[in-house]
């Protein structure tokens, strides 16, 4: 045997001690260490060489390299360990309760809301989506607006779904798997529908829909309070609801009522995202808060939730979401394209800790 | 003093049927409601049994039999109960709140 596997005692490097230093690693977000919430897969010790896959509970984390670099550093000033190779995987938890609907197969469904319209509220459900997507998870995006959808225009898919039987085939772009009631009816038709009509197309577009295996649903909204979100928080156990709003404090107000009623439906709020936060000039670059700034935040923190963050009004979100090429795919390193996919991964981390933390209550 | 509110009071910890005509919900803060369901369907919140316009109600007492049963308990999201009833009614979504202001124990009577 080699001197180098040996420790001090002469006794040879072993798992428990590996585990015991990689003990000292927390996750942040979880505030629990990477060893006790079983993280740690398929280790070996080899020679020298310790060799771990870490698996995280999103491929979106945001402190993923952190959480690596501790690991490598602290293992590597074990006696003996000459290598650490660690391997990043990941495995997105499930929502309880999910698993006994009929998506089963989707591990969590976020609503992203707003209380008014025109805040954007799709463009940010699509950037989250591929960010995520892009980040690795399986992502679904039912665009829920049945009266103004848009979702085929930012992903520049506009063909109905093929059917299967009676189920739909979901389309999919941008690394996504969609459905819009946009690819249901023909462009130009307006739908004038009373309520009991979109709680039904809703359903539809949720149960009567392949959508196989899938770590995120996200469900774009349409603005306000209505039989959509009724509909959406009685159907399935969301996982929480994303609330977008403008710095402006009539739309804050608006949000805050959407706000109310996921509380009264117990959808847990994972967080406020504020757009059109600045606007950044194209010609000089300089930022103007014209719409006023920081209400976004100030909400949050009064309401004890999180604040994902301020996306600026930016012309090259519009131009990448009207050509269907979202700017978080098509421009990730852009200051906006940048903002989005940390964003994501802020709401990533969230539902990874709202999975950990919703209780499981079935009927006895 | 006023009736616990709040999402501890609120929120149910354990739901079971624990026989066919009664429904036992133990709350986070560690209170127990015994509901039973021929009460429970004559407060059915549902517009076909409380109109909604005047708030009155449709079904009364005499038009329940005492033995109803539940027949089918589901969870509503993340926040109610809905009952399928002997009778065949269905409709009615009872949010955890209200469930927990129903409570007919002495102790939650009183104030």
């Known amino acids: ?364 | 003093m006023s009736r616990p509110t709040g999402t501890q009071a609120t929120t149910p910890t354990k739901i079971k049927k624990i026989s066919p005509g009664e429904l036992m919900v133990q709350w986070a803060d560690g209170h127990e409601t015994h509901h039973l369901a021929p009460v429970l369907r004559g407060m059915c919140p549902c517009a076909s049994c409380k109109d909604e316009m005047t708030g009155m109600r449709m079904i009364l007492p005499i038009h329940i039999p005492d033995d109803l049963e539940f027949r089918k308990i589901e969870i509503v999201g993340q926040y109610a109960l809905q009952f399928e009833w002997s009778d065949g009614h269905h409709t009615g979504i009872y949010s955890f709140e209200y469930l927990r202001e129903l409570c007919p124990c002495p102790e939650c009577k009183l104030v």
Not at chain 1, 192 to 201: E, F, L, Y
């Open chain 1, 1 to 364: 045997m080699a001197f180098w596997n040996k420790d001090d005692k002469g006794v040879a490097l072993g798992e428990e001690q590996v585990l015991n230093v990689l003990k000292k690693v927390q996750d942040p977000d979880l505030h629990k260490d990477i060893v006790s919430l079983g993280f740690i897969r398929n280790l070996k010790i080899d020679n020298g060489t310790v060799a771990f896959d870490l698996n995280l509970t999103t491929p979106a984390c945001p402190v993923k390299d952190q959480m690596r670099d501790e690991a490598v550093a602290l293992v590597k000033a074990l006696p003996g360990v000459q290598n650490v190779e660690i391997k990043m995987t990941s495995e997105v938890r499930q929502t309880p309760q999910l698993d006994k609907s009929a998506l089963k197969g989707v591990r969590n469904i976020v609503a992203v809301g707003s209380g008014k319209g025109g805040v954007g509220k799709s463009t940010m459900a699509v950037n989250i989506a591929a960010s995520l997507g892009a980040a690795g998870a399986r992502v679904g995006l039912l665009d829920g607006d049945i009266y103004g959808p848009t979702t085929p225009i930012m992903l520049g898919l506009d063909l109905p779904p093929k059917s299967v039987g009676n189920r739909m085939i979901p389309q999919e772009a941008a690394g996504l798997k969609f459905i819009s009631m946009g690819l249901l009816v023909k462009s130009e038709q307006p739908l004038i529908w009373r309520g009991p009509m979109a709680h039904k197309a809703l359903q539809q577009c949720l149960f009567d829909v392949d959508w196989g295996e899938l770590d995120y649903l996200v469900v774009d909204l349409p603005p306000g309070t209505g039989d959509v979100h009724l509909t959406l928080a009685q159907a399935v156990p969301l996982t929480g609801a994303v609330i977008v709003s403008t710095p402006q404090d009539v739309g804050l107000r608006i949000s805050m009522k959407t706000l109310r009623m996921f509380q009264q439906t117990r959808v847990p709020i994972l967080g406020i995202i504020e757009n059109m936060s600045y606007y950044i000039c194209p010609h000089c670059n300089s930022q103007d808060h014209i719409f006023g700034h920081g209400g976004g935040r100030r909400a949050a923190e009064q309401l004890g939730i999180p604040f994902f963050g301020e996306v600026p009004l930016d012309l090259a979100i519009r131009t990448q979401s009207d050509i269907g090429s979202p700017i978080v795919l098509a421009q990730p390193n852009s200051p906006s394209g940048r903002t989005l996919r940390e964003i994501a991964e802020r709401v990533a981390a969230q539902i990874s800790i709202r999975s950990y933390e919703t209780p499981v209550l079935e009927v006895e």
